[in-house]
């Protein structure tokens, strides 16, 4: 349609030239022919060009509508092409796949990068393939991909370069997974500590108790950094559960509860200690007689504010049904009150 556009204008642009010199010409010869004359040659001029322009649009319309017809048109050539260039791009994978199916990966990853210009693709092809080293320098040469380049330098053993661009990334974490592999020890655990001091800065208490019991070793630390999330009421619950797995000495499990229950449990968190200890019950019996002297007690406080927490000591008593009927109407009682 645009070229027909295109040929129409050029049609109309001959036709004004055409005009104007006719007009010129009629122009000229007027200073020779009398008034009646000169005006019947305007006419005849007008009329003239018309019916050129209709004569040359109608022309133009049927070698357009014979052009479209017979597949020779711009738009044809442009199926045309695309058609043959689907034809060949399609060749190509199916010959990088056929590279991959045999494990040639370079060989696939050559044809991706090379002739179908596609760097991603290649990446994870190399990496798949186990060639790790390669897919960082595609990631970070042609996809300026500097984290997925340090996974892949570390995947490939290649931790100095991998330190490089975490330490680029501040990823310190893997700044201290870096050092530890290379046997730096004392580096090592400056990173992780930065680590942790980053986690503790945005009350990610239970992250950075991680980073302390498993990267650098310090159990003690991060039992004593869980309790202060329990005592900050910084994600304390979730504190205060890890704090009792991570207990070494189960025996002791329920002297754990009582000393927190008796030295860092206050009227706005035992709710949570009693949610928490629930989870302890049925670990043995001298943990099973404790979390229930602390439930009932717990339970008596808060029931006066709270009635419908009665029915949550169902779990002390889950063979006792009299004691769920006992639930049951007290809480009936309640409610006439």
């Known amino acids: 349609m645009k070229n027909k556009q295109s040929f129409d204008k050029k049609v109309i642009d001959v036709i004004f030239i055409l005009l104007i010199l006719k007009l010129i010409y009629s122009l000229l010869s007027g200073f020779y022919l009398g ?19 209709y004569v040359l649009k109608r022309l133009a319309n049927s070698e357009f509508n014979s052009t479209i017809k017979n597949g020779n048109g711009p738009e044809s050539n442009v199926l045309l092409q695309s058609s043959v260039f689907n034809q060949i791009e399609q060749k190509y994978r199916d010959l990088a796949q056929e590279y991959v199916k045999n494990k040639e990966y370079k060989k696939a990853a050559h044809v991706y990068m090379k002739l179908l210009k596609d760097n991603y693709t290649a990446s994870n092809v190399l990496y798949d393939g186990g060639l790790y080293i390669e897919a960082a320098t595609v990631n970070l ?5 500097e984290s997925k380049a340090a996974e892949c330098f570390e995947k490939g053993k290649a931790y100095k370069d991998a330190l490089h661009l975490y330490k ?19 580096e090592a655990q400056k990173a992780y500590y930065t680590v ?25 630390e991060a039992q004593e950094l869980l309790l202060e999330g329990w005592e900050k009421n910084i994600q304390n619950k979730d504190c205060l559960q890890a704090y009792f797995q991570n207990l070494k000495d189960k025996n002791n499990l329920e002297e754990n509860i009582q000393t927190i229950y008796d030295t860092k449990t206050i009227e706005t968190n035992k709710e949570s200690f009693f949610q928490v200890i629930k989870g302890q019950f049925g670990k043995n019996d001298k943990v099973n007689k404790t979390v229930r002297s602390i439930s009932y007690e717990i339970v008596s406080q808060l029931m006066d504010k709270k009635p419908e927490i009665v029915s949550e000591l169902n779990y002390l008593n889950a063979q006792n049904t009299s004691f769920a009927k006992d639930v049951m109407q007290y809480k009936l009682n309640r409610r006439k009150k």
Do not use: R
């Open 35 to 53: 008034t009646s004359e000169f005006i019947i040659l305007i006419v005849s001029t007008v009329i003239f060009s018309l019916l050129l322009f």
């Open 168 to 186: 680029k990334l501040e990823n310190h974490e893997k700044v201290g997974d870096m050092y530890m592999h290379m046997n730096e020890l004392e």
């Open 196 to 220: 942790v001091d980053t986690d503790v800065g945005v009350k990610q208490y239970i992250k950075a108790s991680h980073v302390l019991k498993d990267k650098i070793k310090a159990p003690e």
């Open 141 to 145: 040469k042609y996809l300026k991909n």
